[in-house]
């Protein structure tokens, strides 16, 4: 059973940092590029970052380049993403997704609120 489990949103004061983990398990993880979305209240989900399969090729939403760092852990079937400066246009549901030759899958997302 494919699964893939987000974590670390929360509520972040302007101008804070969090990190996001999403952890993999039914599939091999190392074959399957990854990436993050973010859906906002009203708005169309939208990609934030995308890496490759081994993780040596990352690619950014024009919003987050300079902020965010997207990783991979291959070993531990886990992905991550460190945001730092965040603002409050940057708060969503953000979800994790898994690719590979017109499959994909998701996990069910986690909150971020950026507010004072």
């Known amino acids: 059973q494919v699964q893939l489990v987000e974590s670390g949103g929360g509520l972040v004061q302007p101008g804070g940092s969090l990190r996001l983990s999403c952890g993999a398990s039914?599939?091999?993880?190392?074959?399957?590029?990854m990436s993050w979305y973010r859906q906002a209240p009203g708005k169309e989900r939208e990609l934030v970052a995308d890496?490759?399969?081994?993780?040596?090729?990352?690619t950014y939403g024009d919003s987050v380049k300079g902020r965010f760092t997207i990783s991979r852990d291959n070993a531990k079937n886990t992905m991550y993403l460190q945001m730092n400066s965040l603002k409050s246009e940057d708060t969503a549901v953000y979800y994790c997704?898994?690719?590979?030759?017109?499959?994909?899958?998701w996990g069910q997302g986690t909150q971020v609120t950026v507010s004072s």
């Open positions: 890496i490759s399969s081994g993780g040596g090729r990352t």
């Open positions: 997704e898994a690719h590979r030759y017109g499959a994909n899958y």
């Open positions: 039914g599939f091999t993880f190392s074959g399957y590029g």
